[in-house]
Nanobody
């Protein structure tokens, strides 16, 4: 079992930056690939970024490529999402999740153990 707690969300102006953190409990954290998702008002949860168990490979949605960076520190049981050049359309609740099924990183159903989410609001 892995428990996840996201933090770092808030209100920021367009063009600004935020760094989200996801703290994980559980000894097997470093064995899993991880992902960040978001869910905007009235929208489905969507994949944002993923990272392999050792941080060797990262994956991004086209909408955030070049602006967001996912990273992890297995020694600290943490995953991060650096978000730069934020836009109003980035406004959403952001979630981290443990990828428990092999295959595509963008599939919500391939993830288990979700955090409670952290709100990111970007004003224009």
């Amino acid at each position: 079992q892995v428990q996840l707690v996201e933090s770092g969300g808030g209100l920021v102006q367009a063009g600004g930056s935020l760094r989200l953190s996801c703290a994980a409990s559980g000894r097997t954290f470093s064995s899993y690939a991880m992902g960040w998702f978001r869910q905007g008002p009235g929208k489905e949860r969507e994949f944002i970024a993923g990272i392999t168990w050792n941080g060797g490979n990262t994956y991004y949605a086209d909408s955030v490529k070049g602006r967001f960076t996912i990273s992890r520190d297995n020694a600290k049981n943490a995953v991060y999402l650096q978000m730069n050049s934020l836009k109003p359309e980035d406004t959403a609740v952001y979630y981290c999740a443990v990828k428990t099924r092999a295959g595509d990183y963008y599939r919500v159903t391939y993830y288990n153990y979700w955090g409670q989410g952290t709100q990111v609001t970007v004003s224009s």
